[in-house]
């Protein structure tokens, strides 16, 4: 049973499909999609699976449950790639040249083309001063500094997350340490997913309240067309509903 995001834990529909025990998921019916030259709505299903097939997941649709199987069929298309000769990861969409590298640490699979944060981002000297960002302020909402699977994001990233959060004034409680996971690894399955659940809503909290006491924190939304604008869109409306919350 995934994880509903706390905004639509009334919400009529119900996800039908078998996603991993630790994705987090949101849904809507009439989601605004930014076009090329045009926008149009369409019911949406969004998935951040959290288990190194895809790092997000959006399925399109007349119907919310026609989203969902879209955005499934992704899932188990990721998944395939990932259990049978494992993701090739990218900075940039093709090996081409004159395609633009990412530099926040998104990646695409060259083999399946999934995307997810795998890489740490291109980080440039004095990096540390520079404000928190709203990529910054998503990962942290989705209790990214806690990390289950550990293999596929670097210690060091999350580390210097937690820390810049602090640093910046959201108030996140402090994840277990790596060596504490291996005590986890005897908790049972039932009772360390409700600690994880508690973390992730802490820091939804925490993230809300630094939106609430810093009016000045404008989200933007990154120009240009495909995934990268896609994925800024969304973060900026995950963070305005945090801020209204
Ligand atoms: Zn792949």
Known sequence: MAIIRSHLTGHPYKPRREWPDQAHVQWGGHGLVFGEGKSYNTAFFEAFPRDGTAGFIRGEGATIADAEDNAFAQWEKFFECKSHGGHQWGRSRRRAVGDKPYTNGGCFCRRCGAF????????????????????????????????MNSQKVPEKFQKRLFLRARVFGVNIP??????????????????????????????ERAVAQYLKDKPEQESAVIEGVGTERLFSCLVASRLKKLKES
Not at 121 to 126: A, Q, S, T
Request: glycine content about 6%.
């Open 116 to 147: 997810e944060t795998v890489m740490q981002p291109i980080v440039e000297l004095g990096g540390w001063k520079k404000p928190i960002s709203d990529m910054e302020l998503d990962a942290i909402s989705l209790g990214s500094t806690w990390n």
């Open 174 to 203: 402090k994840p277990p340490s790596f060596d504490e996971y291996e005590e986890f690894a005897g908790t049972r399955k039932r009772e360390m997913r409700a600690l994880y659940r508690e973390y992730v809503s802490s820091c």
